[in-house]
């Protein structure tokens, strides 16, 4: 079959399966991100195979283009939320940042594992998945102080996981003498390149959309402006996530006039993240699983606690609402690209460790792919906020 065949008819069932997913979705306790990731492995290489081999090099651009799209949206409602609930968003961040380095770091060294490994998974272990958490947030019609606070935390973590990250590669690579200097420079280069991009392209960008033309053209410079700035960051070797946030924050800053920009990629978003889970379930390995299954089931639970503790301290310092003591920390468990990236990193830095480094982290992603989004959910059910946005 030619292959532009393949790529409609596959296109139109992903989105076939799409609709089938929210409609369950809606109508039982488990979110429409983890039934299209299970979905996905299910029709993937490791389940029936059936979707076709070219798929799998669509993975990586829809990745990206979905993303960049969520980072932006991110970044939009962020300036937003701190001034509302900055105090908190910024403790709870912070909190949940180091419970995680801290629990996961040290349990680990405690259970025997090579402390340098420890110490990048303990850094890895902040990261979350802005993509799942922001969907579970849209799929319940969320809205209150603890989902502004939730979104808020999510769109700091990749900045601040990315400091942290790259410090804690760089002691790590300083302690063997492989160059710590290059990779504390290379991690201050992908953080703040990419807020210098995101400034670059928002300030223009907040000028100009929604005053060249009106009605349907907006969507086509939001858009481009979204696009441009995602491949500029990937060129330039910064974070496109962060790069995307910070445009977008500078958007809803300056265009004061209206918040179209953000209205139109809404409008567009969910096609691409249809394809995003999808596609993301069908790349999951069962055999990173099987292969170390003690370290991966280890680093799964010092996570989860980890987060859990931090976040309540981090709450608790803020002086915050009992819910968001409570529920922070299980809606913060969705984890995905970001940390992969991370451990990708990590090891080509470190060779020795890469094998089992990878294995962790890959295994355990797929983990919480899949469970994080139901724990998301269920804490924004139970912190009383799911239905609150309007229609």
């Known amino acids: 079959m030619p292959e532009p065949a393949v790529f409609l008819i596959t296109l139109g069932g992903l989105f076939a399966?799409?609709?089938i997913t929210d409609f369950v979705g809606r109508r039982t306790p488990l979110p429409r991100v983890t039934l299209l990731i299970v979905m996905g492995f299910l029709i993937g290489p490791a389940g029936l195979g059936w979707?076709?081999?070219p798929s799998t090099r669509w993975f990586p651009y829809v990745a990206d283009m979905a993303?960049?799209?969520v980072g932006f949206l991110l970044g939009g409602g962020l300036v937003e939320r701190l001034k509302s609930h900055g105090r908190v968003i910024w403790s709870v961040a912070t909190g949940k940042l180091l419970g995680a380095f801290g629990v996961v770091s040290?349990?680990?060294m405690v259970l025997g594992v090579d402390p340098r490994m420890a110490f990048l998974l303990g850094a890895i272990a902040g990261a979350t998945a802005p993509a799942a958490t922001s969907d579970v947030?849209?799929?319940r019609r969320a809205d209150g102080p603890f989902t502004r606070t939730l979104l808020g935390v999510v769109?700091?973590?990749?900045?601040?996981?990315l400091v942290l990250f790259s410090l804690t590669l760089a002691v790590a690579q300083a302690a063997t003498g492989a160059g710590g200097l290059d990779a504390l420079v290379f991690g201050a280069w992908e953080v703040a390149g990419a807020v210098l991009l995101?400034?670059?392209?928002?300030?223009?960008?907040?000028a100009l959309t929604g005053r060249l033309a009106k009605g349907e053209p907006t969507q086509v410079e939001a858009l481009a402006g979204v696009f441009l700035c995602g491949g500029l960051a990937i060129a330039l070797e910064t974070s496109f996530l962060l790069a995307s946030m910070t445009m977008g924050a500078v958007v809803a800053t300056r265009a004061r006039h209206h918040r179209r920009p953000f209205h139109a990629i809404e409008g567009i978003e969910w096609p691409f993240m249809i394809l995003f889970f999808v596609l993301?379930?069908?790349?999951?390995?069962v055999g990173a699983l099987r292969a170390l299954g003690a370290p991966i089931a280890a680093y799964v639970a010092l996570r989860a606690l980890g987060i859990d503790l931090g976040t309540r301290a981090g709450a608790a310092a803020s002086r915050a609402e009992p819910a968001i003591r409570r529920w922070m920390g299980p809606a913060l468990l969705p984890q995905a690209g970001i940390a992969l990236g991370m451990a990708l990193v990590a090891a080509q830095r470190f060779p020795e460790l890469g094998g089992e480094l990878l294995n962790i982290a890959i295994a355990s992603t797929a983990v919480f792919e899949i469970v994080g989004p139901v724990f998301t959910r269920r804490a924004v059910v139970r912190a009383g906020e799911a239905g609150r946005a309007p229609e």
């Open 17 to 19: 399966l799409g609709l």
């Open 155 to 161: 769109a700091l973590d990749d900045a601040a996981g």
């Open 198 to 206: 995101g400034l670059a392209l928002g300030v223009p960008m907040a």
């Open 106 to 108: 040290l349990g680990l």
């Open 280 to 285: 993301a379930g069908a790349s999951l390995e």
């Open 51 to 53: 979707l076709p081999d």
């Open 67 to 69: 993303l960049v799209m």
């Open 137 to 139: 947030v849209r799929e």
